[in-house]
């Protein structure tokens, strides 16, 4: 077993970076860096450097005279976001599925099936951040596109308050297990091409779901 030594800079980046996809600290919202210093138990500097991160993560804004603030949602931004992911992963998708083994399709269906018991258990944020991350990483890691894979990593976590959205309150619950069961037997059939497709339309239909919830709440406020 490896035991991962986390520095202080690593540990904040976690805790703010939950904190924020978790909503407790709201879209807009002012990070006061001696708050969570004192909070954190830690100096500023590790809180520096830890927005610093977020802010390259897409979850933080430097604003002039106000200081980092938690990155506004956007329509706008859902789209250019979930559209580079729909291509970029579907590129990774098509040079990996042809070298996926028997035990590369064994793991992504048992995180499937974390998956799917923590959605049975409540825990709808498990879900939708790590463990479907590694799903969808599982299927492209053949590709052998380490500069893809770092782009789509990045995107990933500039869209993971979006896909925490999807699934909590534009219905990606309901979705979301079927279509990644449906992909996962693409993958295993061997069909590149209509697992490409199937991935792609995966993604867009996410980003169109969660559009018009933030349309609709735009509308409201």
Avoid: W
Avoid at 1 to 28: D, F, P, S, Y
Wanted: aromatic content about 4%; charged content about 30%.
């Amino acid at each position: 077993m490896v035991i991962e030594h986390k520095t202080r800079t690593q540990l904040v980046v976690e805790a703010v970076r939950e904190k924020i996809l978790n909503c407790e600290i709201k879209a807009g919202e002012s990070l006061r860096q001696a708050a969570l210093a004192e909070e954190l138990n830690v100096s500023r500097i590790p809180v520096r450097e830890a927005l610093l991160q977020l802010e390259a993560e897409g979850l933080v804004t430097f604003v002039a005279h106000k200081g980092a603030t938690a990155t506004e949602l956007s329509a706008a931004q859902v789209d250019e976001i979930f559209e580079l992911r729909a291509l970029l992963e579907a590129e990774l998708l098509k040079y990996s599925i042809s070298k996926l083994t028997e035990q590369d399709f064994k793991e992504a269906q048992s995180l499937l099936d974390e998956l799917q018991k923590a959605m049975d258990n409540g825990n709808s944020h498990l879900a939708t951040g790590n463990l479907n991350t590694r799903f969808h990483a599982k299927l492209y890691c053949r590709a052998q596109r380490p500069q893809t894979e770092e782009l789509v990593s990045m995107l990933n976590k500039n869209s993971e308050r979006y896909v925490r959205m999807h699934i909590m309150l534009a219905g990606g619950l309901k979705t979301a297990p079927d279509e990644h069961k449906e992909l996962l037997a693409l993958c295993q059939a061997g069909d590149s091409k209509k697992a490409c497709n199937f991935l792609k339309k995966h993604i867009i239909s996410a980003k169109d779901d969660i559009k018009a919830l933030l349309l609709k709440m735009e509308a409201k406020s």
